[in-house]
Protein backbone atom coordinates (compact mmCIF):
# COMPACT_ATOMS: atom_id res chain seq x y z
CA UNK A 1 0.00 0.00 0.00
CA UNK A 2 1.21 3.77 -0.89
CA UNK A 3 1.70 6.01 2.30
CA UNK A 4 -1.52 7.65 1.02
CA UNK A 5 -4.32 8.01 3.69
CA UNK A 6 -6.17 4.89 3.28
CA UNK A 7 -9.38 5.27 1.60
CA UNK A 8 -11.62 2.81 3.34
CA UNK A 9 -14.40 1.64 0.86
CA UNK A 10 -15.18 -1.58 2.43
CA UNK A 11 -17.74 -0.96 5.51
CA UNK A 12 -19.83 -4.29 4.46
CA UNK A 13 -16.49 -6.32 5.60
CA UNK A 14 -16.51 -4.13 9.04
CA UNK A 15 -16.41 -0.51 10.08
CA UNK A 16 -14.62 1.92 12.16
CA UNK A 17 -14.85 1.97 15.53
CA UNK A 18 -16.00 5.50 16.34
CA UNK A 19 -14.25 7.45 18.55
CA UNK A 20 -17.46 7.82 20.82
CA UNK A 21 -17.78 3.99 21.04
CA UNK A 22 -14.01 3.45 22.34
CA UNK A 23 -14.58 6.54 25.00
CA UNK A 24 -17.66 4.65 26.30
CA UNK A 25 -16.25 1.42 26.68
CA UNK A 26 -12.94 2.27 28.28
CA UNK A 27 -13.95 2.65 31.80
CA UNK A 28 -15.22 -1.03 31.64
CA UNK A 29 -11.70 -1.98 30.53
CA UNK A 30 -9.94 -0.05 32.98
CA UNK A 31 -11.90 0.79 36.31
CA UNK A 32 -15.16 -1.20 36.20
CA UNK A 33 -14.22 -4.30 35.10
CA UNK A 34 -16.38 -6.23 38.06
CA UNK A 35 -18.45 -9.15 36.75
CA UNK A 36 -22.25 -8.33 36.15
CA UNK A 37 -23.34 -11.35 38.17
CA UNK A 38 -21.63 -10.57 40.92
CA UNK A 39 -23.34 -9.82 44.54
CA UNK A 40 -21.85 -6.98 45.72
CA UNK A 41 -21.99 -3.50 44.50
CA UNK A 42 -19.18 -3.43 42.62
CA UNK A 43 -20.01 -6.11 40.05
CA UNK A 44 -24.03 -4.44 40.45
CA UNK A 45 -23.27 -1.09 39.15
CA UNK A 46 -21.28 -3.38 36.06
CA UNK A 47 -24.52 -5.26 35.47
CA UNK A 48 -26.80 -1.62 35.42
CA UNK A 49 -24.30 -0.84 32.78
CA UNK A 50 -25.05 -3.93 31.08
CA UNK A 51 -29.06 -3.11 31.56
CA UNK A 52 -28.23 0.13 30.00
CA UNK A 53 -26.60 -1.13 26.89
CA UNK A 54 -29.60 -3.85 26.52
CA UNK A 55 -32.23 -1.27 26.98
CA UNK A 56 -29.97 1.07 23.37
CA UNK A 57 -30.02 -1.75 21.21
CA UNK A 58 -33.41 -2.85 21.97
CA UNK A 59 -34.22 0.60 21.28
CA UNK A 60 -32.50 0.53 17.73
CA UNK A 61 -34.88 -2.07 16.66
CA UNK A 62 -38.35 -0.84 18.65
CA UNK A 63 -37.82 -4.18 21.07
CA UNK A 64 -38.27 -4.86 24.85
CA UNK A 65 -34.46 -5.18 26.52
CA UNK A 66 -35.74 -8.36 27.21
CA UNK A 67 -35.78 -10.19 23.80
CA UNK A 68 -32.42 -9.36 23.76
CA UNK A 69 -29.80 -11.60 23.67
CA UNK A 70 -26.38 -10.54 23.37
CA UNK A 71 -23.89 -13.11 21.50
CA UNK A 72 -20.39 -12.70 19.87
CA UNK A 73 -21.62 -12.17 16.51
CA UNK A 74 -23.97 -11.94 13.86
CA UNK A 75 -23.05 -15.92 12.77
CA UNK A 76 -23.75 -17.09 16.58
CA UNK A 77 -27.14 -15.32 16.38
CA UNK A 78 -28.17 -17.03 12.86
CA UNK A 79 -26.81 -20.13 14.46
CA UNK A 80 -28.99 -19.53 17.65
CA UNK A 81 -32.43 -18.70 16.04
CA UNK A 82 -32.16 -22.27 13.65
CA UNK A 83 -31.06 -24.49 16.16
CA UNK A 84 -33.63 -23.32 18.70
CA UNK A 85 -36.24 -23.67 15.58
CA UNK A 86 -35.12 -27.29 15.40
CA UNK A 87 -34.72 -27.85 18.84
CA UNK A 88 -38.07 -26.69 19.96
CA UNK A 89 -39.72 -27.99 17.38
CA UNK A 90 -38.41 -31.73 17.04
CA UNK A 91 -41.06 -32.72 14.58
CA UNK A 92 -40.41 -30.62 12.23
CA UNK A 93 -37.51 -31.05 10.22
CA UNK A 94 -37.17 -28.76 7.16
CA UNK A 95 -35.83 -25.45 6.72
CA UNK A 96 -36.31 -22.33 3.57
CA UNK A 97 -33.89 -20.09 3.40
CA UNK A 98 -32.10 -18.65 0.27
CA UNK A 99 -29.19 -19.63 -2.06
CA UNK A 100 -27.65 -16.07 -1.69
CA UNK A 101 -27.61 -15.92 2.26
CA UNK A 102 -24.44 -15.02 4.11
CA UNK A 103 -22.28 -18.29 5.07
CA UNK A 104 -23.71 -18.44 8.33
CA UNK A 105 -26.25 -19.76 7.31
CA UNK A 106 -25.59 -21.64 4.07
CA UNK A 107 -23.27 -23.48 5.48
CA UNK A 108 -24.82 -24.22 8.37
CA UNK A 109 -27.92 -25.57 6.89
CA UNK A 110 -25.78 -28.19 4.49
CA UNK A 111 -24.51 -29.64 7.98
CA UNK A 112 -27.79 -30.25 8.85
CA UNK A 113 -28.62 -31.80 5.88
CA UNK A 114 -25.80 -34.09 6.48
CA UNK A 115 -27.64 -34.74 9.49
CA UNK A 116 -31.05 -35.81 8.19
CA UNK A 117 -32.75 -32.48 7.92
CA UNK A 118 -34.58 -31.21 4.62
CA UNK A 119 -33.52 -28.33 3.08
CA UNK A 120 -35.07 -25.69 0.48
CA UNK A 121 -32.97 -23.01 -1.21
CA UNK A 122 -34.34 -20.23 -3.07
CA UNK A 123 -33.40 -18.82 -5.99
CA UNK A 124 -32.96 -15.37 -7.00
CA UNK A 125 -32.92 -13.68 -10.56
CA UNK A 126 -30.35 -11.79 -12.23
CA UNK A 127 -31.38 -8.68 -10.58
CA UNK A 128 -31.02 -10.75 -7.31
CA UNK A 129 -34.28 -10.45 -6.03
CA UNK A 130 -36.63 -13.20 -4.26
CA UNK A 131 -39.50 -14.63 -5.98
CA UNK A 132 -41.89 -14.69 -2.86
CA UNK A 133 -44.70 -16.45 -4.15
CA UNK A 134 -42.29 -19.29 -4.41
CA UNK A 135 -41.31 -19.42 -0.86
CA UNK A 136 -44.97 -19.27 0.03
CA UNK A 137 -44.78 -22.63 -2.16
CA UNK A 138 -41.88 -24.02 -0.46
CA UNK A 139 -43.62 -23.70 3.22
CA UNK A 140 -45.01 -26.99 4.74
CA UNK A 141 -46.68 -28.96 7.28
CA UNK A 142 -42.43 -29.87 8.90
CA UNK A 143 -41.29 -26.27 8.13
CA UNK A 144 -39.76 -25.17 11.32
CA UNK A 145 -38.00 -22.25 10.16
CA UNK A 146 -37.81 -19.62 7.06
CA UNK A 147 -34.78 -17.53 7.53
CA UNK A 148 -34.05 -14.78 4.91
CA UNK A 149 -31.23 -11.78 4.94
CA UNK A 150 -32.74 -8.46 5.36
CA UNK A 151 -30.22 -7.43 2.88
CA UNK A 152 -27.56 -9.22 0.82
CA UNK A 153 -24.36 -8.24 1.84
CA UNK A 154 -22.13 -8.76 -1.44
CA UNK A 155 -24.87 -6.57 -3.78
CA UNK A 156 -26.88 -4.47 -1.28
CA UNK A 157 -30.42 -6.04 -2.63
CA UNK A 158 -33.33 -5.27 0.16
CA UNK A 159 -35.63 -8.33 0.58
CA UNK A 160 -39.27 -7.81 1.23
CA UNK A 161 -38.90 -9.10 5.19
CA UNK A 162 -42.48 -7.54 5.98
CA UNK A 163 -44.09 -9.34 3.62
CA UNK A 164 -42.37 -12.67 3.85
CA UNK A 165 -42.52 -12.14 7.79
CA UNK A 166 -46.80 -12.13 7.03
CA UNK A 167 -46.37 -15.23 4.86
CA UNK A 168 -45.02 -17.31 7.52
CA UNK A 169 -47.16 -15.63 10.38
CA UNK A 170 -49.97 -16.54 8.33
CA UNK A 171 -48.57 -20.35 7.85
CA UNK A 172 -47.37 -20.78 11.45
CA UNK A 173 -43.68 -21.03 10.79
CA UNK A 174 -40.84 -19.19 12.43
CA UNK A 175 -39.16 -16.08 10.89
CA UNK A 176 -35.61 -15.24 11.20
CA UNK A 177 -33.86 -12.63 9.51
CA UNK A 178 -29.96 -11.74 9.48
CA UNK A 179 -30.39 -8.04 9.59
CA UNK A 180 -26.70 -7.43 10.10
CA UNK A 181 -26.22 -5.24 6.94
CA UNK A 182 -29.06 -2.93 7.52
CA UNK A 183 -28.86 -1.08 11.40
CA UNK A 184 -28.26 2.40 10.75
CA UNK A 185 -28.86 2.24 6.92
CA UNK A 186 -32.36 1.90 7.52
CA UNK A 187 -34.94 2.37 10.67
CA UNK A 188 -35.24 -0.84 11.93
CA UNK A 189 -39.05 -1.52 13.65
CA UNK A 190 -39.41 -5.45 14.75
CA UNK A 191 -43.04 -4.78 15.66
CA UNK A 192 -43.59 -3.66 11.99
CA UNK A 193 -41.39 -6.17 9.94
CA UNK A 194 -43.03 -9.15 12.30
CA UNK A 195 -39.96 -11.12 12.70
CA UNK A 196 -39.69 -14.06 15.21
CA UNK A 197 -35.84 -13.68 15.39
CA UNK A 198 -33.57 -11.23 14.31
CA UNK A 199 -29.82 -10.93 14.26
CA UNK A 200 -27.01 -7.77 14.21
CA UNK A 201 -24.00 -8.17 14.71
CA UNK A 202 -22.22 -4.70 16.48
CA UNK A 203 -18.50 -4.12 14.32
CA UNK A 204 -20.97 -3.10 11.45
CA UNK A 205 -21.85 -0.05 13.03
CA UNK A 206 -18.99 1.30 13.99
CA UNK A 207 -18.25 -0.84 17.67
CA UNK A 208 -16.01 -3.54 18.03
CA UNK A 209 -15.97 -6.86 16.67
CA UNK A 210 -16.75 -9.91 18.59
CA UNK A 211 -20.45 -9.06 20.41
CA UNK A 212 -23.54 -9.06 18.38
CA UNK A 213 -26.98 -9.42 19.69
CA UNK A 214 -30.42 -12.07 18.99
CA UNK A 215 -33.92 -10.82 19.02
CA UNK A 216 -35.60 -13.67 20.09
CA UNK A 217 -39.49 -12.46 20.42
CA UNK A 218 -41.12 -12.63 23.48
CA UNK A 219 -43.27 -15.86 23.52
CA UNK A 220 -41.60 -17.74 21.10
CA UNK A 221 -40.22 -21.23 22.51
CA UNK A 222 -36.47 -20.67 22.60
CA UNK A 223 -33.49 -23.23 23.54
CA UNK A 224 -29.94 -21.81 23.74
CA UNK A 225 -27.21 -22.92 21.63
CA UNK A 226 -24.20 -22.62 24.36
CA UNK A 227 -24.70 -24.24 27.42
CA UNK A 228 -23.14 -22.59 31.35
CA UNK A 229 -24.54 -20.25 33.64
CA UNK A 230 -27.68 -18.10 34.21
CA UNK A 231 -26.59 -15.08 31.93
CA UNK A 232 -28.57 -13.38 29.44
CA UNK A 233 -31.94 -14.97 31.71
CA UNK A 234 -30.34 -18.46 30.76
CA UNK A 235 -30.66 -17.82 27.28
CA UNK A 236 -26.64 -17.85 26.64
CA UNK A 237 -23.81 -19.21 28.92
CA UNK A 238 -20.75 -17.55 29.41
CA UNK A 239 -19.94 -14.39 31.60
CA UNK A 240 -21.17 -11.14 29.03
CA UNK A 241 -18.12 -9.06 27.80
CA UNK A 242 -19.40 -5.99 29.29
CA UNK A 243 -17.04 -3.71 27.33
CA UNK A 244 -18.00 -4.41 24.05
CA UNK A 245 -21.85 -4.31 25.47
CA UNK A 246 -21.34 -0.59 26.25
CA UNK A 247 -19.63 0.11 22.99
CA UNK A 248 -22.50 -1.83 21.12
CA UNK A 249 -25.20 0.13 23.33
CA UNK A 250 -23.22 3.43 22.32
CA UNK A 251 -22.99 2.37 18.68
CA UNK A 252 -26.89 1.88 18.78
CA UNK A 253 -27.15 5.23 19.82
CA UNK A 254 -25.32 6.62 17.10
CA UNK A 255 -26.81 4.62 14.82
CA UNK A 256 -29.96 6.47 15.10
CA UNK A 257 -29.17 9.62 15.41
CA UNK A 258 -27.04 9.03 12.04
CA UNK A 259 -30.04 7.61 10.14
CA UNK A 260 -30.17 11.65 8.45
CA UNK A 261 -26.78 11.43 6.84
CA UNK A 262 -28.20 8.55 4.85
CA UNK A 263 -28.96 10.51 2.02
CA UNK A 264 -25.44 12.31 1.79
CA UNK A 265 -23.74 8.41 1.86
CA UNK A 266 -26.77 7.30 -0.91
CA UNK A 267 -25.59 10.32 -2.95
CA UNK A 268 -21.41 9.38 -2.70
CA UNK A 269 -22.68 6.00 -3.59
CA UNK A 270 -24.43 6.80 -6.81
CA UNK A 271 -22.17 9.58 -8.03
CA UNK A 272 -19.02 6.88 -7.89
CA UNK A 273 -21.29 4.01 -9.45
CA UNK A 274 -22.17 6.67 -12.05
CA UNK A 275 -19.25 7.72 -12.89
CA UNK A 276 -17.34 4.38 -13.29
CA UNK A 277 -19.94 2.98 -15.14
CA UNK A 278 -19.81 5.77 -17.51
CA UNK A 279 -15.82 5.63 -17.63
CA UNK A 280 -15.28 2.08 -17.88
CA UNK A 281 -16.51 0.16 -20.85
CA UNK A 282 -18.12 -3.50 -19.99
CA UNK A 283 -19.01 -2.59 -16.38
CA UNK A 284 -22.12 -3.65 -14.89
CA UNK A 285 -23.71 -2.86 -11.78
CA UNK A 286 -24.76 -6.16 -10.13
CA UNK A 287 -27.79 -6.51 -8.84
CA UNK A 288 -31.39 -4.23 -8.94
CA UNK A 289 -31.03 -0.37 -8.61
CA UNK A 290 -33.71 -0.46 -5.96
CA UNK A 291 -34.32 -1.58 -3.51
CA UNK A 292 -30.59 -1.65 -2.31
CA UNK A 293 -28.52 -0.69 1.13
CA UNK A 294 -27.97 3.15 0.75
CA UNK A 295 -24.41 2.16 0.97
CA UNK A 296 -23.20 -0.32 -1.24
CA UNK A 297 -22.45 -0.85 -4.81
CA UNK A 298 -21.24 -4.63 -6.92
CA UNK A 299 -19.59 -3.93 -10.25
CA UNK A 300 -18.48 -6.57 -12.25
CA UNK A 301 -15.82 -5.55 -15.30
CA UNK A 302 -15.29 -8.29 -18.22
CA UNK A 303 -11.98 -9.10 -19.05
CA UNK A 304 -10.57 -8.69 -15.28
CA UNK A 305 -10.09 -10.29 -12.18
CA UNK A 306 -11.36 -8.64 -9.13
CA UNK A 307 -8.18 -9.85 -7.52
CA UNK A 308 -5.63 -7.93 -9.55
CA UNK A 309 -8.03 -5.07 -9.73
CA UNK A 310 -8.17 -5.36 -5.47
CA UNK A 311 -4.03 -5.78 -5.46
CA UNK A 312 -3.71 -2.53 -7.83
CA UNK A 313 -6.23 -0.24 -5.59
CA UNK A 314 -4.73 -1.44 -2.43
CA UNK A 315 -1.56 0.01 -3.73
CA UNK A 316 -3.24 2.84 -4.22
CA UNK A 317 -4.50 3.17 -0.30
CA UNK A 318 -7.93 1.94 -1.26
CA UNK A 319 -10.06 -0.80 0.23
CA UNK A 320 -12.28 -2.64 -1.35
CA UNK A 321 -13.64 -6.07 -1.65
CA UNK A 322 -14.53 -9.09 -3.85
CA UNK A 323 -17.34 -10.13 -1.46
CA UNK A 324 -18.01 -11.40 1.87
CA UNK A 325 -15.05 -11.05 4.06
CA UNK A 326 -16.08 -14.38 5.37
CA UNK A 327 -14.87 -15.86 2.34
CA UNK A 328 -12.38 -13.75 1.18
CA UNK A 329 -8.92 -16.54 -0.28
CA UNK A 330 -11.75 -18.60 -2.32
CA UNK A 331 -10.81 -19.39 -5.68
CA UNK A 332 -14.78 -19.91 -6.73
CA UNK A 333 -16.64 -16.96 -7.42
CA UNK A 334 -19.13 -15.62 -5.36
CA UNK A 335 -22.05 -17.60 -4.87
CA UNK A 336 -24.50 -15.13 -4.57
CA UNK A 337 -23.46 -13.29 -7.41
CA UNK A 338 -23.24 -17.39 -9.26
CA UNK A 339 -26.84 -17.57 -8.61
CA UNK A 340 -27.83 -15.11 -9.84
CA UNK A 341 -26.40 -16.03 -13.10
CA UNK A 342 -23.51 -14.24 -13.83
CA UNK A 343 -20.91 -16.38 -15.64
CA UNK A 344 -17.63 -17.20 -13.38
CA UNK A 345 -15.73 -14.76 -15.87
CA UNK A 346 -17.77 -12.00 -15.07
CA UNK A 347 -18.89 -13.19 -10.99
CA UNK A 348 -14.98 -13.05 -10.88
CA UNK A 349 -14.25 -10.09 -12.33
CA UNK A 350 -16.76 -8.28 -9.80
CA UNK A 351 -15.96 -5.85 -6.87
CA UNK A 352 -17.74 -4.53 -3.74
CA UNK A 353 -17.14 -0.92 -2.88
CA UNK A 354 -19.37 -0.31 0.31
CA UNK A 355 -19.56 3.33 2.09
CA UNK A 356 -19.64 4.49 5.79
CA UNK A 357 -20.67 7.84 7.50
CA UNK A 358 -16.46 9.04 7.69
CA UNK A 359 -16.65 8.61 3.90
CA UNK A 360 -16.73 11.89 1.53
CA UNK A 361 -16.88 13.66 -1.83
CA UNK A 362 -12.46 13.45 -1.70
CA UNK A 363 -12.97 9.10 -1.32
CA UNK A 364 -15.44 9.19 -4.55
CA UNK A 365 -13.09 11.46 -6.46
CA UNK A 366 -10.22 9.04 -5.72
CA UNK A 367 -12.30 6.16 -6.87
CA UNK A 368 -13.07 7.44 -10.06
CA UNK A 369 -9.48 8.85 -10.60
CA UNK A 370 -7.75 5.49 -9.62
CA UNK A 371 -10.20 2.29 -10.64
CA UNK A 372 -10.58 3.48 -14.61
CA UNK A 373 -6.75 3.43 -14.93
CA UNK A 374 -6.49 -0.09 -12.98
CA UNK A 375 -9.03 -1.65 -15.59
CA UNK A 376 -7.60 -0.48 -18.37
CA UNK A 377 -4.20 -1.84 -17.11
CA UNK A 378 -5.08 -4.98 -16.18
CA UNK A 379 -7.38 -5.17 -19.83
CA UNK A 380 -3.91 -4.32 -21.88
CA UNK A 381 -5.55 -0.93 -23.34
CA UNK A 382 -3.71 1.81 -23.45
CA UNK A 383 -3.34 4.60 -20.99
CA UNK A 384 -4.01 7.97 -21.55
CA UNK A 385 -2.53 10.13 -18.55
Known amino acids: MSDKAICYLDNNATTRVAPEVVEAMLPYLTEQWGNPSSAYSFGKQVGRALDAAREKVAA ?7 EIIFTSCGTEGNNTAIHSALVTQPG ?11 SANIKLCAQLEKRGYELTLLPVDSLGELDVHLLHESIRKDTAIVSVMYANNETGVVFPI ?33 ADFLSLSAHKLHAPKGVGMLFARRGVPFSSLITGGGQEQARRGGTENVPYIVGFGRAAELAMESLGDVPRIKSLRDRMEQGLLASIPNSRRNGIKEPRLPNTSNIAFSDCEAEGILLLLDRAGICASSGSACTT ?46 VSKLRGEPVSM
Open 162 to 194: EEIAAICRARGVLFHTDAVQTAGKFKLDVRQLG
Open 329 to 374: GSLEPSHVLTAMGLSRDLAKGSIRLSLSKYNSDADVDRVLRELPVI
Open 92 to 102: KRHIVTTAVEH
Open 60 to 66: LINADPR
